[in-house]
């Protein structure tokens, strides 16, 4: 029996966090769901849309599986997702993309992950105004966030058999703090000769992965970069209902769609819940669950690839609860 925390979020969250339950329980995977909820939802009832529980339950459990979450407005938080991220020290944000035959792209064999610096960058926060009419954003990097985030990348590479891992960056403009991590990069990837390693800048790799996305492998590279080529590549494989992630750190994993809370179809069982499910096979796999998450991911190939069961962001009529089951009856 494995504990996981479950944090089904707002908006579709619910919805998509009960299918991928319903699924992994038909997998046979035994998990003892604790739920903690954060966001908008439990705003009032405990006056933060993050409570102390969700962390405590998440820093006890390791691994949680989190629906999308609305950051209320005046609650303090500039995104309760990245404060999540950052009070975890989740420093990985791992995004698959990968093409399935039946998905509404045009695109085949795309199968690539995006490694996305999850603590600094651009990210890091800290914005002020200078006088009236200018403001600056700060942009951090350190040695330490860029080594672990490329040895992350590398680590992955080698445990699942990939050739290449590329480093992007836009080292030619900002010399420092980019430079700072393509130099990082090309030292670290000297510690494993086996892995081919390369590097492009960020504006070209947009245009390469929408030329020829079936060339690229592993893709390292800091925060803001990341969130654009990762939603490049849902772009590519037919979209955020079926674009999966994880936010990974040294001892803790937190397993969540790329996508948002859906606010515009939330509640009327309409929602895709395969990019959830999706980060569900990852988190399977994280927890050495691989038959099972074999089996799902086989599962879900197949109702894409049938095209009888769709829900309507890949261009069919079917449920929530429809897809779901046909997910299950594959399996
Ligand atoms: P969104 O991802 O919620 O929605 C964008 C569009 O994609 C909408 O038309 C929506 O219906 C569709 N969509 C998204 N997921 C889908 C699914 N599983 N099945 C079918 N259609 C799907 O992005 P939006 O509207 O920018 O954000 C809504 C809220 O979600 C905001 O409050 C935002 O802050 C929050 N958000 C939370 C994230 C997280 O928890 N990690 C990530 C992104 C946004
Ligand atoms: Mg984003």
């Known amino acids: ?146 080594e672990r985030i490329v040895k992350a990348a590398f680590e992955y590479a080698q445990r699942e058999n990939r050739k290449l891992v590329t480093a992007v960056h836009k080292a030619n403009i900002m010399k420092l703090s980019d430079g700072l991590f393509l130099e990082v990069a090309r030292e670290v990837a000297e510690e494993y000769p086996e892995i081919e390693f390369n590097d492009r800048i960020v504006d070209n790799m947009c245009m390469q992965l929408v030329q020829y996305p079936e060339e690229y492998d592993v893709l390292v590279m800091p925060n803001l970069y990341g969130d654009v080529i990762s939603d490049l590549g849902a772009g ?38 395969i990019a959830l499910l999706l980060s569900g096979v990852l988190m399977l796999r994280h927890l050495k669950e691989t038959d099972a998450a074999d089996r799902i991911e086989a599962a879900v190939a197949d109702v894409l690839a049938e095209g009888q069961t769709l829900t309507g962001d890949l261009g069919g009529n079917a449920t929530t609860t429809e897809i779901t089951e046909a997910i299950i009856d594959r399996l």
């Open 1 to 146: 029996m494995k504990n996981v925390t479950l944090i089904p979020g707002d908006g579709i969250g619910p919805e998509v966090s009960q299918a991928v339950q319903k699924v992994i329980e038909a997998a046979g995977v035994e998990i003892e769901w604790e739920e903690a909820n954060a966001g908008k939802g439990v705003m009032e009832e405990y006056g933060t849309p993050l409570p102390d529980e969700v962390l405590d339950s998440v820093r006890k459990n390791k691994v949680a599986l989190k629906g999308p979450i609305t950051t209320p407005v005046g609650s303090g938080f500039r995104s309760v997702n990245v404060a999540i991220r950052k009070k975890l020290d989740l420093y990985t944000n791992l995004r698959p993309v990968k093409t399935y035959e039946g998905a509404p792209t045009k695109f085949k064999d795309v199968d690539y992950v995006v490694f996305r610096e999850n603590t600094e960058g651009l990210y890091a926060g800290i914005e002020h105004k200078v006088g009236e009419d200018a403001a600056e954003s700060i942009k951090i990097t350190t040695r330490q966030a860029s």
């Open 236 to 273: 590519l494989i037919g979209g955020l209902g079926l674009t999966p992630g994880a936010n990974i750190g040294d001892e803790i994993a937190v397993f969540e769609a790329v996508h948002g809370s859906a606010p515009d179809i939330a509640g009327e069982n309409k929602a895709n819940p």
